[in-house]
């Protein structure tokens, strides 16, 4: 097994558990909250203090995945699937950053999140073209 086919497949396994994690937050816990707490107020401080502790898995997990995908890039050279996969890991970010910006202040409009749904997928796929 080649370093290049290590580094690619923990780039996998991470953009699956990067996913994953806005997958549970986004059709779980927060449909959750709406339902556990009516009252908006209490509802947006619980949402930040989970937001809190995601943001200490999320934050190196989003690390180790952008030096993994700089590190494929450096090894095994900036392909297209790979070149892309890290303008959407970056837009990502962008739109991850504007929703936590946003999330503090009111709720964040849904297309946003539709959108940073959209990208994830598409981060997915990018991710396996990547490896392949």
Known sequence: MTLLSVVSALNVLLVGAWVGMYLFTTFVVSPAFAELFPDEATRRAHRRTVGRYYARVNGPLSLLLLLTVLALGFIGGFR?????????????????????????????????????????????????????
Do not use: K
């Open 80 to 132: 297209l699937a790979l070149g892309l996969e890290l303008a959407m890991l970056l837009l990502i970010a962008g739109l991850v950053a504007g929703h936590m910006r946003r999330g503090a202040q009111v709720r964040p409009p849904g297309w946003l999140t539709h959108v940073t749904l959209g990208a994830s997928a598409l981060l997915c796929g990018l991710a396996l073209a990547a490896h392949l």
